[in-house]
């Protein structure tokens, strides 16, 4: 279960950093659009620097939403797989089944 906990938590941090990437383009727009003083584009941006930090606060709120659901998801599974690694093992064993019958028909389609 630790593998899935790792994969997940390497995902999130892939994600993070590509929000990250993003706001910080985001930023930049906003400090380019800046640098062109006029008073129509001082207004214009004003309203994209309120924007932007809703936009930021919004992700920070889903992504601690998102980390905590994962967090109590990956808890609730490995405590499942630890309490019943019988029942675990023919669930796997009859997805597994499932899967390969699927993909021997599909292989036998072609």
């Known amino acids: 279960m630790n593998d899935i906990r790792t994969d997940f938590m390497a995902h999130r941090y892939a994600l993070v ?29 004003a309203e994209i620097d309120t924007r932007l930090q809703l936009l930021r606060a919004r992700l920070e709120a889903t992504g601690a939403n998102g980390r905590k659901h994962a967090a109590l998801w990956a808890d609730s599974t490995d405590r499942y797989v630890q ?12 997805v597994s089944a499932a899967a390969g019958a699927l993909a021997m028909a599909a292989i036998r389609r072609r």
Do not use: C, F, Y
């Open 83 to 94: 309490d019943h690694p019988w029942q675990t093992i023919g669930i796997i064993t009859a």
């Open 17 to 45: 950093e590509d929000l990250n990437a993003l706001l910080a383009d985001a930023q930049a727009l906003v400090r380019d659009v800046k640098g062109s003083a006029n008073a129509g584009k001082a207004l214009a941006t």
